[in-house]
């Protein structure tokens, strides 16, 4: 019996460093907004989490001034959509985790390029930023599907109005065509999962603190846009009610990371932000 409890530790310890050593190193990329964002001291120490970022292509229809910020570039090397708040939110976050939770959270990020290998199956928890501005490559639609069928969790954020959803929608239908993205019920578990959050109110970027306004692309700014006007906290479900996507439409929970330690921003937004982050990434780890 003792042999047998030996051998069984063994072995799972076994799968747990084959995991950490099958993970990509840690890498960086030139961001949107920053370069050079100062290292954490203990940035090579492995953690039981980490926040993986989606890389992704930027879609070639115009649709607000950031189509044509960065037309031209290749989305392997970074500096595009997919960077916005990179990598200071992904830190701020998992840093966020450590203080506010039991789990062990890495103190950096992984960017993960699902055209270039299997590492996304490392990760359970994958988050990507301004969707409204991705397009998806067929590659990366198929190991997308399979990263959710294996039991991953996507959470998307900051992207908005009408024209951003439809971008959105136009690759998401091609992960899982056969699933409807539905409104959640403020009883859904994944707002109760560590902080209660059926009051839960619009999170603006840090554009705010420059003009003032909750929400972007709205009625009284339709300059790039309508239909920002709403926050929309979305999903879709497997099979056995698992929430396996998240949607945070209208609203930059990225920014509420971001700009937690910056006092222009209000505290009200970082409080609410980090606490629907807390709440899913629990929710990814236990569901």
């Known amino acids: 019996m003792v042999r047998g409890q030996v051998l069984a530790v063994a072995a799972g310890f076994g799968v747990v460093v084959c995991a950490l050593c099958a993970q990509r190193p ?6 949107w907004e920053y370069n050079n964002f100062p290292l954490p001291a203990d940035y090579q120490a492995p953690g039981e989490w980490t926040f993986a970022r989606l890389m992704y292509p930027t879609t070639p229809l115009r649709i607000d001034w950031q189509s044509e910020a960065k037309r031209g570039l290749d989305w392997h090397d970074g500096n595009t959509n997919w960077t916005i708040d990179y990598p200071r939110s992904d830190r701020h976050l998992s840093l966020a985790i450590r203080r506010l939770t039991r789990i062990d959270a890495k103190s950096v990020e992984q960017p993960i390029n699902l055209e270039e290998d299997d590492d996304v199956f490392n990760y359970p928890w994958l988050y990507a930023v301004e969707v409204g501005h991705w397009e998806l490559t067929d590659l990366q639609v198929a190991k997308f599907r399979e990263f959710l069928a294996r039991g991953g969790f996507f959470m998307c954020d900051d992207f908005h109005g009408t024209d951003e959803w439809n ?14 993205i539905v409104d959640l019920a403020n009883a859904d578990a994944i707002f109760h999962t560590v902080y209660d959050l059926d009051d839960r109110y619009q999170v603006p970027g840090m554009q705010f603190t420059q003009t003032g306004s909750i929400c972007e692309k709205c009625r009284t700014n339709p300059r790039w846009g309508t239909g920002g006007d709403i926050p929309r906290w979305r999903g879709i479900y497997d099979d056995r009610g698992r929430l396996m996507v998240v949607i945070c439409h209208n609203m930059d929970l990225g920014d509420s ?18 606490r629907i982050g ?3 990434l629990v929710y990814a780890m236990t569901h």
Do not use: C, T
Request: hydrophobic share 35%; proline share 12%; aromatic share 18%.
């Open 26 to 31: 840690f890498r960086e990329y030139p961001a």
């Open 167 to 180: 971008v959105f929608v136009h690759s998401m239908s091609k992960v899982l065509p056969d699933r409807p």
């Open 257 to 274: 990371w971001e700009n937690a330690d910056e006092p222009r921003y209000p505290q009200k937004f970082s409080a609410l932000g980090i």
């Open 278 to 280: 807390v709440n899913y």
